[in-house]
């Protein structure tokens, strides 16, 4: 937009800051997934109360990943406070080469998890709130199979325990004092 002024044209600078401030907002860091909407209702004296919990994951893509679960009477509100608790709660995961270093299997109540590391273009071979977490991650070959619950919050949980317990070589040749030579071939001194 131009604006004759006297005898000469000029932009609107206004206008052109604004665009330009727009432009040069920071992108979200984060990959950020919902995983699980659940709608809960209170009846009282007048009716019924309705809320909302929200299970979602938030992962930097690069090993880094952290689950939360906000509650509150609408759903952008649970989200937002579920994204801003997941960001509080990320965990760094040790990964080999797009996968996880060795198999295990996560529990949380009766909700267990198996994870196994995948070849090579094997892909994410999970189911729900599993994918997400992988996903968010930056795992790109993994195996993974739910045994018992089905309940998104149990499995979701379990597969952050075994994340969090899982060690590469390296991590634990280090905690060691060995090469991770020794580590792998078990010849400990």
């Known amino acids: 937009m131009t604006i004759q002024q006297g005898n000469k044209n000029t932009t609107n600078r206004f206008r052109r800051d604004s665009r330009n401030r727009r432009d040069q907002q920071p992108e979200n860091e984060y990959l ?12 009282v004296k007048g009716g019924r109360h309705f809320g909302f919990s929200v ?6 893509e ?4 952290g689950i939360a679960l906000g509650k509150a009477k609408a759903v952008p509100d649970a989200v ?3 994204f801003e608790r997941a960001r509080k709660d990320m965990v760094k ?3 080999y080469k797009d996968t996880v270093p060795h198999p295990y299997i996560g529990r949380f109540g009766s909700a267990e998890v198996v994870i196994r590391p995948a070849a090579p273009g094997t892909g994410v071979i999970a189911g729900g709130a599993s ?4 996903q968010a991650l930056g795992v790109k070959d993994v ?11 149990n499995i979701a949980k379990a597969t952050m325990n075994a994340l969090k317990a899982m060690r590469s070589v390296g991590t634990v040749a280090k905690h ?6 020794q580590v792998v071939t078990g010849k400990g001194e």
């Open 32 to 43: 950020e997934k919902i995983i699980y909407v659940n709608r809960v209702s209170k009846t």
């Open 55 to 60: 299970l979602v994951c938030v992962g930097d």
């Open 62 to 65: 690069n090993g880094s990943v």
């Open 80 to 82: 937002r406070k579920g």
């Open 93 to 95: 995961v040790d990964l």
């Open 131 to 134: 994918r997400a977490i992988f």
């Open 143 to 153: 195996l993974v199979k739910r045994i018992g619950s089905k309940n998104p919050v």
């Open 176 to 181: 060691r004092n060995l090469a991770p030579v």
